[in-house]
């Protein structure tokens, strides 16, 4: 509480003066919490004291400010791994009362936690300070920023208070660092190994991304610690529905079930398929689908340290693979999955039901921007302008894709129903085709300490 206190008078975060009349001061509380490492243990208490009460259109306007999403953290592991950069991180000590408020709330100078935009107001500050010390923000993504000096380059990504960075130059990361803490209150956190719940491995031959504490927490938090493993997260005889007749069970525990399961599909694309289809049914839950949700516990239970392997040696060549599988029993609509790989590494993934039912496979097929996909008329249709007149009951904005392809743009490529990386999202596989699909994406921790499976490294090749 006295460091809060402190980081207000040194910020000069608010002027005490007495309220004017007819006006009603903020109301604030302290917060407390307590801070954990990647293995459990408490490493820092915070305290808090947040204004609570603000209200929009008097004490706020726009609030909006930009958060760096998962696919974006992975690129840059990849990238990071792939250029042999050690990427450091560093934490803002009450990052929030450093940004500049617009609005007047009553005697505040800059923001407090609990303000509605107070992330804003943050990221406002640091934008400009980054900008002026001469880094360039991403188009895309507008917390990732760039900066290049002589031969060397710098990689900042920003999440709120929490900073990445690495660079080619042990000298221009060690510089920014010393920048940072001029301008800011920081700690230097050193090399990244836990951030948002990922646990990191960086070593010469790549980095290592995986949840496994998390894995043994939500196993024991639903007491299936003890349960029997099973090697897949999903039978291929399982063929849920809304099975209506079925006994209902408790809709709070299964989706306490499933959310801590859609965390940990950050990096376990092995698990999104069986995930995903259970979130379909938990509004009106039965035993058939709390079996289905605990079968991926158990095959939780059977590779708790799976996660995702950047290799050193990976190219920087953006690819993308595309699959469908009209499974949903009720109306026959279409799951597709696509995935994206830097290099070798997986890097973004999804799997969604479609909104509407296709009229046929080739329509199916266009439900996102294939790359490589096993649909030839898919790809007849994007380069064969006379196969236009076949297809006009598919949807105008399909078509956008013949353009790209056209500009060059993209490239459509067609590969082997056996090599489709992203079938694993669309439904549930045998054992030894879903080990195989896996095996291209995710690799084991005891992998790591050792050495990587031979075989593993020529799935990898055969997809190169």
């Given at each position: 509480m006295h460091e809060e206190l402190e980081n207000f008078k040194r910020n000069h975060v608010r002027d005490l003066v007495e309220p004017p009349p007819n006006r009603r001061p903020i109301g604030t509380k302290w917060v407390f919490k307590n801070k954990r490492g990647e293995d459990g243990m408490v490493v820092r208490n915070k305290a808090r004291l947040p204004g609570v009460s603000s209200k929009e259109g008097i004490d706020y306007e726009e609030t909006f400010a930009p958060v760096a999403r998962l696919e974006a953290i992975r690129i840059l592991l990849a990238f990071a791994a792939s250029k042999g950069f050690k990427l450091q991180q560093m934490d803002v000590k009450s990052a929030f009362p450093n940004g500049f408020i617009e609005e007047e709330v009553y005697k505040l100078r800059k923001a407090l936690y609990g303000l509605k935009q107070a992330p804003r107001a943050w990221y406002a500050r640091l934008k400009s300070f980054l900008l002026k010390s001469g880094f360039v923000m991403g188009s895309v993504d507008k917390t990732l920023f760039l900066l290049s000096r002589g031969g060397d380059t710098l990689i900042v990504q920003i999440y709120v208070d929490d900073i990445i960075f690495g660079g080619s130059s042990h000298a221009l990361v060690s510089s920014f660092a010393?920048?940072?803490?001029?301008?800011?209150?920081?700690?230097?956190?050193?090399?990244?190994?836990?951030?948002?719940?990922?646990?990191?491995?960086?070593?010469?031959?790549?980095?290592?991304?995986?949840q496994a504490k998390y894995t043994r927490d939500i196993l024991k938090k639903f007491e299936m610690g003890d349960?029997?493993?099973?090697t897949t997260p999903m039978s291929t005889n399982t063929a849920l529905d809304a099975d209506e007749d079925g006994e209902a069970v408790d809709q709070k525990e299964l989706r306490g079930m499933i959310g801590s399961l859609l965390y940990l599909t950050a990096t376990r694309p092995d698990i999104q398929f069986a995930v995903?289809?259970?979130?379909r049914y938990q509004a009106s839950p039965r035993t058939s689908h709390r079996q289905a949700v605990k079968r991926i516990f158990k095959?939780?239970?059977?590779?708790?340290?799976?996660?995702?392997?950047?290799?050193?040696?990976?190219s920087r060549c953006l690819r993308g693979f595309f699959a469908d599988h009209a499974g949903c029993r009720i109306d026959r609509?279409?799951?597709?999955?696509?995935?994206?790989?830097?290099?070798?590494?997986?890097?973004?993934?999804?799997?969604?039901?479609?909104?509407?039912?296709?009229?046929?496979?080739?329509?199916?097929?266009?439900?996102?921007?294939?790359?490589?996909?096993?649909?030839?008329?898919?790809?007849?249709?994007a380069k064969n302008p006379v196969l236009h007149s076949r297809t006009k009951h598919i949807d105008v904005r399909f078509h956008f894709l013949r353009d790209h392809y056209e500009k060059g743009d993209i490239d459509l490529v067609h590969v082997a129903s056996e090599n489709?990386?992203?079938?694993?999202?669309?439904?549930?596989?045998?054992?030894?085709?879903?080990?195989?699909?896996?095996?291209w994406r995710c690799v084991d921790n005891a992998l790591i300490k050792g050495e990587i499976e031979s075989q593993w490294i020529g799935l990898i090749a055969l997809l190169v």
């Open positions: 010393e920048q940072m803490s001029r301008e800011f209150e920081m700690s230097l956190m050193g090399e990244l190994l836990f951030f948002l719940g990922l646990q990191i491995k960086q070593g010469p031959e790549g980095t290592f991304v995986h349960s029997k493993p099973m995903c289809l259970c979130v095959y939780l239970k059977f590779t708790p340290e799976l996660g995702l392997w950047y290799s050193s040696g990976s609509k279409s799951t597709s999955s696509t995935c994206q790989l830097l290099g070798t590494s997986l890097v973004s993934w999804s799997s969604r039901k479609q909104a509407s039912v296709s009229l046929s496979t080739t329509e199916a097929e266009f439900g996102k921007i294939p790359l490589l996909i096993d649909s030839t008329s898919a790809i007849s249709v489709q990386l992203a079938d694993i999202f669309t439904k549930p596989l045998e054992f030894g085709a879903f080990v195989r699909l896996r095996g």
